[in-house]
Each structure stands twice: as structure tokens, then as C-alpha cells.
């Protein structure tokens, strides 16, 4: 069993840069894959980015692609989200998701994935 726990949320203004992190307890193997989505009101959960926890590599949505960078440090069984040139658009909930057996595939669908942070509010205003 995993748990993930969010910080970094908040309040920006348009063009300005956010870090979102997501520390996992309990034991992360290297066949997991970590992920961020992001929810608006009334919407499906959309997703932003994964990242395989034993390679690092990478995966975005193209809506973020060039802006936003994930990252992972295994040491300290956290993921980042660092989010760059904020657009209002990008105000929603963002929620860390961890799938146990993705590392390979780094999947974009919610279902997919198993264990789910509590969700951090995003706000950019312009």
C-alpha cells in the first residue's frame, strides 16, 4: 500500500512558475509509473505528465508540453511537477497518482492508475 501526499499549491499570477510535490509512503518499486492530472469543475480528470520511477523518463500532455517539467527523486520517494508560464487555463485541482505497473507504458489514463494524493488547488489569475 501507497500513500501520496501533495504540497505546493496555491495562488500565481499568469507567467509565473509553481512547484507541485507529491511524497509517496510506503514502498515504491521500479515498475511504478507517477503521474499528475488535473480536474476542473464539472470535468473529467485530464492527464498532465508521468514518469517512470526506475528510468525517468517522461511523458506530458501536449497542452503542457514545454512548460511544464516532471521530476523524481527516488531517495526521497517524491515527484515534482514544476509548472512554468502559468496560464489561467491551468487553475484547476492536480492530483499525484502512482500506478504499480507502468513504468514502461507511463499511462494517461486515470483508471490506470491505483493509489491517488488528495488533490492540490492550482490558481492562476491573470
Known amino acids: 500500500q501507497v500513500q501520496l501526499v501533495q504540497s505546493g499549491g496555491g495562488l500565481v499570477q499568469a507567467g509565473d512558475s509553481l512547484r507541485l510535490s507529491c511524497a509517496a509512503s510506503g514502498h515504491v518499486l521500479s515498475t511504478y509509473a507517477m503521474g499528475w492530472f488535473r480536474q476542473a469543475p464539472g470535468k473529467e480528470r485530464e492527464f498532465v505528465a508521468a514518469?517512470?520511477?526506475?528510468?525517468?523518463?517522461?511523458n506530458y500532455a501536449d497542452s503542457v508540453k514545454g512548460r511544464f517539467t516532471m521530476s523524481r527523486d527516488n531517495a526521497r520517494n517524491t515527484v515534482y511537477l514544476q509548472m512554468n508560464s502559468q496560464k489561467p487555463e491551468d487553475t484547476v485541482v492536480y492530483y499525484c497518482a502512482g500506478d504499480p505497473m507502468g513504468n514502461l507504458v507511463l499511462p494517461v489514463t486515470s483508471i490506470s492508475y491505483d493509489y491517488w494524493g488528495q488533490g492540490t488547488q492550482v490558481t492562476v489569475s491573470s
Open positions: 514518469i517512470s520511477w526506475s528510468s525517468g523518463s517522461t
